[in-house]
């Protein structure tokens, strides 16, 4: 058994992207096991051998810790790679934490509208997906990131604005002039422009 940290999930961004830019970011090494479909490696060779008392895509293994849940991972790194800064001082790690819960909504909606199709869709974008990103919007307004300095919060940020941005182009431009310059100062963390450039990136 490897004692590298593994983090196992499909080969997309997704709920794994926000641990991954999180592992980046610290430096250590780490391993990935990157899923595609046909998902035979997965649903029929990992998924049940791996020791995983509740079997699920993320999934993440360091030694004796076996655990899924892409919150759960994520709050387990942050501990373990020694960057609670980033869940922000005093009061504002609620706000972090409240906007982490918000990206993560916001992600199941899209996967929500992504199964409807015509004016059905049109109107759960309109009713109940873009409102929220208009609330986001607002609040980031002018800051440089979105508790003014970087946090755990600007890393599900970047996430959620970039598959926003691919998959709803048109809906994107409201927000471009707001949000393109965070995505801009975001992907220029050395780590982060790294992992870019070195093609790493699902
Ligand atoms: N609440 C879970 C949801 C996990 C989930 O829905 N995983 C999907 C991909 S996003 C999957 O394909 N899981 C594999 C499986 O069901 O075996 C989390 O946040 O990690």
Redesign the pocket.
Same mark, same amino acid.
């Given at each position: 058994m490897s004692d590298k940290i593994i983090l196992g999930y499909?080969n997309t961004p997704? /709920?794994a992207q926000p641990s991954r830019y999180l592992l980046e970011l610290s430096g250590v090494k780490y391993e990935e096991v990157r899923y595609s479909y046909p998902a035979a490696e997965?649903?029929g060779r990992d /998924?049940y051998a791996l020791g995983l008392p509740f #079997?699920?895509? #993320?999934y993440l293994l360091d030694g004796e810790v076996k655990i899924?849940?892409?919150?759960t991972?994520f709050d387990y790194l942050i501990q373990r790679l020694n960057k609670v800064e980033l869940l922000g001082q005093g009061n504002d790690k609620y706000i972090v934490d409240n906007l982490k819960n918000l990206f993560?909504d916001i992600g199941t909606r899209m996967y929500i509208y992504s199964q409807k199709e015509g004016e059905e869709q049109t109107k759960f974008l309109s009713e109940q997906i873009l409102p929220k990103i208009r609330d986001i919007h607002k609040f980031l307004g002018q800051k440089e990131y979105l508790l003014g300095y970087f946090t755990a919060a600007d890393l599900y940020f970047l996430c959620f604005a970039k598959g926003f941005k691919n998959t709803l182009p048109d809906s994107y431009n409201e927000f471009a002039a707001t949000f393109n310059p965070l995505i801009q100062r975001l992907e220029n963390i050395p780590q982060i422009a790294k992992y870019i450039s070195e093609g790493r990136h699902p």
């Open positions: 499909w997704g /709920k997965w649903f /998924k #079997p699920n895509l #993320p899924t849940e892409s919150e991972i993560s």
